[in-house]
Nanobody, 117 residues
């Protein structure tokens, strides 16, 4: 089993930055992709950014994140990060880390990001 723990969320003013971290522990093998999702109150969970490990770390971003967010990973630390710049109030949500292996997907517990106007 793999466990994921997110950190780095918080309250920030519009235009500010935050860096989310997600550390994986436990049995870590066969990772295909890593990503960040978010869920705002009353809305469905949506993909923000992903990094496809089995495709030379190809990255994908939601339209709302392009140009402002950057996903990266550290293979040695079994970690994935989300650098968020130029934050907007509409970025307010709980952000979840996701890791996809050949067998299943794993989720973290989420970290709250609140952007004030």
């Amino acid at each position: 089993q793999m466990q994921l723990v997110e950190s780095g969320g918080g309250l920030v003013q519009a235009g500010g930055s935050l860096r989310l971290s997600c550390a994986a522990s436990g049995i870590i093998s066969g990772i295909k992709a890593m990503g960040w999702y978010r869920q705002a109150p009353g809305k469905q969970r949506e993909l923000v950014a992903s990094i496809i490990v089995i495709a030379d770390d190809t990255t994908h971003y939601a339209a709302s994140a392009k140009g402002r967010f950057t996903i990266s990973r550290d293979n040695a630390k079994n970690a994935v990060y989300l650098q968020m710049n130029s934050l907007k109030p509409e970025d307010t949500a709980v952000y979840f880390c996701n890791v996809l292996t050949g067998q299943r997907g794993y989720w973290g517990q989420g970290t709250q990001v609140t952007v004030s106007s």
